[in-house]
C-alpha cells in the first residue's frame, strides 16, 4: 500500500493563480481531511469529507474549495493564491469509527504564493 | 483561539533520560487524545493515544497521562534516544467528530547523545 500520497511536493504561484493539490489514499478510508501547518501554530483543519460526496469546512476554510467524487482522491483547490496561503499543506485519511482516531498523513505540499 | 495548547516550544534532553512534554486543553468536550510525531519534510506519524475514561495509557517506551479534571495531559519517552527528536503534535477530538483533530503548536525535541 502507498498510503496517502500528495502531489505536487513543491509548489510557487503568483498572487491571483489558481491551483490543484491532488490527495489519494489506497486504504479504502472512509474520512479524509485537508490541514495546513504554519510556524507556531500547528496543523489548523481546513476541509474534510466523511464520504464520497460529502464535503464540509473546518476552522479555515476561506479561499479553498474541495470535493470528493470517489473514496481515493481529495482534491484541495485554491481559487485565487494569496501570500497568506503560503504553508505546508498536509492530507490525511482515517477509517470511521473505531475509537482509534488515528489519521494516516501524506508527505505533505509546499506552498509558496508570491 | 487555540483549543490544545503546547506551551513548551522546544525541549532538549540527554540520551538515556525521561522526557515530558505536556500539552493543555480548553474544550470539555474534547473524549480522545493522541499525539503525532514529525520528522522533517514528513507528514506527521501516529504516535499514542488515550480516551477521556483511562488516565494512563502504555506504549513501549512511550506513555500518556491524562488528568481530566485539570484538562492536562503529557507524554513521556523513557529512554529517550537519538531518533525521537523530532516535532511532537498534540491533538485532541471530540464525540462523535473523531475526523476533525484540533492540533497545538507542536514542540521540538532534541536528544543530546
Known amino acids: 500500500n502507498a498510503g496517502v500520497t500528495q502531489t505536487p511536493k513543491f509548489q510557487v504561484l503568483k498572487t491571483g493563480q489558481s491551483m490543484t493539490l491532488q490527495c489519494a489514499q489506497d486504504?479504502?478510508?472512509?474520512?479524509m481531511s485537508w490541514y495546513r501547518q504554519d510556524p507556531g501554530m500547528g496543523l489548523r483543519l481546513i476541509h474534510y469529507s466523511v464520504g464520497a460526496g460529502i464535503t464540509d469546512q473546518g476552522e479555515v476554510p476561506n479561499g479553498y474549495n474541495v470535493s470528493r467524487s470517489t473514496t481515493e482522491d481529495f482534491p484541495l483547490r485554491l481559487l485565487s493564491a494569496a501570500p497568506s496561503q503560503t504553508s505546508v499543506y498536509f492530507c490525511?485519511?482515517?477509517?470511521?469509527?473505531?475509537?482509534?482516531?488515528?489519521?494516516?498523513f501524506g508527505p505533505g505540499t509546499r506552498l509558496t504564493v508570491l | 483561539d487555540q483549543q490544545v495548547k503546547q506551551n513548551s516550544p522546544s525541549l532538549s534532553v540527554q540520551e538515556g533520560r525521561i522526557s515530558i512534554l505536556n500539552c493543555d486543553y480548553t474544550?470539555?468536550?474534547?473524549?480522545?487524545f493522541l499525539w503525532y510525531k514529525k520528522y522533517p519534510a514528513e507528514g506527521p506519524t501516529f504516535l499514542i493515544s488515550i480516551s477521556s475514561i483511562k488516565d494512563k495509557n502504555e506504549d513501549g517506551r512511550f506513555t500518556v497521562f491524562l488528568n481530566k479534571s485539570a484538562k492536562h495531559l503529557s507524554l513521556h519517552i523513557v529512554p529517550s534516544q537519538p531518533g525521537d527528536s523530532a516535532v511532537y503534535f498534540c491533538a485532541a477530538s471530540g464525540l462523535g467528530n473523531d475526523y476533525k483533530l484540533s492540533f497545538g503548536a507542536g514542540t521540538t525535541v532534541t536528544v543530546r547523545a
Open positions: 486504504m479504502n478510508h472512509e474520512y
Open positions: 490525511a485519511s482515517s477509517r470511521r469509527g473505531g475509537g482509534a482516531n488515528e489519521q494516516f
Open positions: 474544550n470539555s468536550m474534547f473524549d480522545y
